[in-house]
Structures are given as structure tokens and as C-alpha cells.
């Protein structure tokens, strides 16, 4: 598949609106967009890396970036979603209110998405103790992949982690 290259950006900063959370050590490239409307939220960890042009727009809820995520450039996050701790975003993916596991690994242009917005409704009164009723409305993909060639990648890039 043909990615369409990303222009330059206009400025060498990132803007942030609303509730946004950024840790001392997060590195964000210019160009970054980083939108959380009324009642909703941003969170990023520490370490991790957000690529030229990357949109993070929290809608209906939190988005929740894990310590030592990566994602590369014009990656788009739209709603609620929870990027797990190391997991790596390829160049171009769109994830609309869903997750990635801690380690995962999605392929660039790769497109991920909730068959149904997540809303208060469909979360049950029942839950167990210990889960939100918001990280049980995300959906979560059942395979990512090249999962396995990225964790020996960075195995032999960085033995020590």
C-alpha cells in the first residue's frame, strides 16, 4: 500500500488543547496536534515518542498513552483509546476508540476501529472490581502484526531493555 507523504508542518511546535497530561521526558515532534474536548482527557507517559504530524483528538473520554509508546508520524487517534506500555504505532494508522496491548505493534496505514462508539450504555452495572467502565467500552484488536519481528528488532537494538 502506498503511504502519501506528509508535508512539512508550518510550525516547529505542537499545539495542545484541553486536559492534556504530558510527562517531563516525552518527545513530540513539531506539527503534533493534541485535542481534548469538554470532559474528555489526555494522558502520556513517560518516554514516550509522538511523530511529525500526529493527531490525538480525545473525544467522549480519555486517551491514555502508556509509558515507552511509540507512534510514528500522521498517526491519528480519534475518541478513547489506551496505547499500552512500549507498544509501537507504524507511520499513518488511524485508531478510533480502540486500544493496543502493552508491546503491540500495529503495520503503517494500518486502520483499527470500535465496530460502535463506545458510550455509557453499554457498559454494565456488573463490572468487576478493579476495571473501569471506561477501559471495558474500548475495543481491542484481536491480532496485530509483526509483533514478532519488532520485539526481535528491538531486542537486538537494545539488548539491555
Known amino acids: 500500500m502506498h503511504l502519501p507523504p506528509l508535508e512539512p508542518p508550518i510550525s516547529d511546535r505542537y499545539f495542545a488543547s484541553g486536559e492534556v497530561t504530558i510527562a517531563a521526558d516525552v518527545v513530540i515532534a513539531p506539527g503534533v496536534l493534541l485535542i481534548a474536548e469538554a470532559d474528555s482527557r489526555i494522558e502520556i507517559a513517560s518516554g514516550v515518542c509522538i511523530g511529525l504530524g500526529s493527531v490525538i483528538h480525545a473525544r467522549g473520554g480519555a486517551i491514555i498513552i502508556q509509558a515507552g509508546a511509540l507512534l510514528a508520524a500522521g498517526v491519528l487517534i480519534v475518541g478513547q483509546s489506551i496505547v499500552g506500555r512500549q507498544?509501537?504505532?507504524?507511520?499513518?494508522?488511524?485508531?478510533?476508540?480502540?486500544?493496543?496491548?502493552?508491546?503491540?505493534?500495529?503495520?503503517?496505514?494500518?486502520?483499527?476501529s470500535a465496530e460502535t462508539p463506545p458510550t455509557t450504555a453499554t457498559v454494565s452495572s456488573s463490572e468487576p472490581a478493579g476495571r473501569s467502565p471506561q477501559s471495558s467500552a474500548i475495543a481491542h484488536p484481536t491480532k496485530v502484526y509483526g509483533k514478532e519481528q519488532f520485539l526481535r528488532m528491538r531486542q537486538s537494538m537494545f539488548p539491555d531493555r
Open 87 to 112: 507498544a509501537c504505532l507504524g507511520a499513518s494508522t488511524t485508531l478510533v476508540n480502540t486500544s493496543i496491548e502493552a508491546g503491540g505493534v500495529t503495520a503503517p496505514g494500518s486502520l483499527l
